[in-house]
C-alpha cells in the first residue's frame, strides 16, 4: 500500500509556542490530505481538508488561525499549532488520498503526540 | 461531526473465535473502508469495498458492501493475539469529500 510519513511522532512542548507537524506521502502524489485529531479511545475527529495549492477547508469549531494548514506541494502538507495551550495536546493524524488509491482510499501517517507543558 | 454508527464498541474473545463488527448509516456511501488502529499508531487501511453487495477477503478478514449501500460488516476469522486494536469503518459519499468515521470497536484478544 501507499506510504504517508508523518513527522516528528512525538512532541512536548512549552504553551505558547507553535509547533510544526509534517505529512508527506511517499510513493504518490496526494491530491487531497487530511488533518485530524484524536482523544484517547475516540474515533477520529476531521479538523480540516486541504487541496495542494489552495487554501485548507476547515471543519467547523476548528479555528483557522490557530492550526495553519499548509499543502504546498502533491507530497507535502504541514499542521502548525500556533500559540499552543495544554488543551492542545492531543494526538494529530493526517491522511492523504490521490491517485494511486483511486481517489477514494485513504492512507494514514503515523500520527504525532503532541503534549503542550 | 457525523459518524457512523459502528457496533459493537468493545469485544474481548478467545484466541482461535471468529469476530463481527458492524457499521451503518441513514444514508448512502460510495465507498466502505475498514482500519485498523494499534495504540499510538495511525490507522491502517485493511480492506475498501467499492460496490454495493461486494464481499472482499483479506486473509482472515472478510467485509462485505451492504446492498443498501448503507451498511457494511467486517469479520475476523480465528483471532490471534495480534488482531488486538481499535477496529474503524469508514465511509465516503463521493470522490474528493473527506471520510466519514465510525467510533470504532476495541478488540481484546486472550490467549
Known amino acids: 500500500g501507499a506510504v504517508v510519513s508523518q513527522h516528528p511522532s512525538r512532541v512536548i512542548c512549552k504553551s505558547g509556542t507553535s509547533v510544526k507537524i509534517e505529512c508527506r506521502s511517499l510513493?504518490?502524489?496526494?491530491?487531497?490530505m487530511f488533518w485530524y485529531r484524536q482523544f484517547p479511545k475516540k474515533s477520529l475527529m476531521l479538523m480540516a481538508t486541504?487541496?495542494?495549492?489552495?487554501?485548507?477547508?476547515?471543519e467547523q469549531g476548528v479555528e483557522k488561525d490557530k492550526f495553519l494548514i499548509n499543502h504546498a506541494s502533491l507530497t507535502l502538507s504541514t499542521l502548525t499549532v500556533t500559540s499552543a495551550h495544554p488543551e492542545d495536546s492531543s494526538f494529530y493524524i493526517c491522511?492523504?488520498?490521490?491517485?494511486?488509491?483511486?481517489?477514494?482510499?485513504?492512507?494514514f501517517g503515523q500520527g504525532t503526540r503532541l503534549t503542550v507543558v | 461531526g457525523q459518524q457512523l454508527n459502528q457496533s459493537p464498541q468493545s469485544m474481548f474473545i478467545q484466541e482461535g473465535e471468529d469476530v463481527s463488527m458492524n457499521c451503518t448509516s441513514s444514508?448512502?456511501?460510495?465507498?466502505w473502508l475498514w482500519y485498523k488502529q494499534d495504540p499510538g499508531e495511525g490507522p491502517v487501511l485493511l480492506i475498501a469495498?467499492?460496490?454495493?453487495?461486494e464481499l472482499t477477503s483479506n486473509g482472515r478478514l472478510t467485509a462485505q458492501f451492504g446492498i443498501t449501500r448503507k451498511d457494511s460488516f467486517l469479520n475476523i476469522s480465528a483471532s490471534i493475539p495480534s488482531d488486538v486494536g481499535i477496529y474503524f469503518c469508514?465511509?465516503?459519499?463521493?470522490?474528493?469529500?473527506?471520510?466519514?468515521f465510525g467510533k470504532g470497536t476495541t478488540l481484546s484478544v486472550s490467549s
Open positions: 510513493d504518490f502524489q496526494a491530491t487531497t
Open positions: 486541504s487541496n495542494e495549492g489552495s487554501k485548507a477547508t476547515y
Open positions: 444514508s448512502i456511501f460510495n465507498t
Open positions: 469508514a465511509g465516503l459519499r463521493q470522490a474528493g469529500t473527506a471520510l466519514i
Open positions: 491522511s492523504a488520498r490521490g491517485v494511486l488509491g483511486g481517489d477514494t482510499e485513504a492512507f
Open positions: 469495498l467499492y460496490k454495493a453487495g
